[in-house]
């Protein structure tokens, strides 16, 4: 089992920045990769980032390109999400996930664990 709590989210002005954090205890945290979706009010969750085990190699959504990093700590057990620019259509809840190896990193199915989410709002 892996558990997985996320924090840092809040209400920013579009333009600002948030870091979201993402603190995994239980099965050994280094061998996942681990990732960021979020889910909008009526819609479909989305595919943020991910960071793949073992190269820890980024992979970005369309919406997270040239805005967003994720970044790991392994010694803290912990992924994190900069997010600068935001928009309001960033406004979501903001999930943090793991999987061993998954063939499709945007694919939520593949994710075996899940945190329960951190809000962002971004509104003027």
């Known amino acids: 089992q892996v558990q997985l709590v996320e924090s840092g989210g809040g209400l920013v002005q579009p333009g600002d920045s948030l870091r979201l954090s993402c603190v995994a205890s239980?099965?050994?945290?280094?061998?996942?990769?681990m990732g960021w979706f979020r889910q909008a009010p009526g819609k479909e969750r989305e595919f943020v980032a991910a960071i793949r085990w073992p190269d820890n190699s980024p992979y970005y959504g369309d919406s997270a390109k040239g805005r967003f990093t994720i970044a790991i700590d392994n010694a803290k057990n912990a992924v994190y999400l900069q997010m600068n620019s935001l928009r309001p259509e960033d406004t979501a809840i903001y999930y943090c996930a793991s999987a061993h190896q998954p063939p499709i990193l945007s694919d939520m199915l593949n994710y075996n664990y899940w945190g329960r989410g951190t809000q962002v709002t971004v509104s003027s």
């Open positions: 239980g099965r050994t945290f280094n061998t996942y990769t």
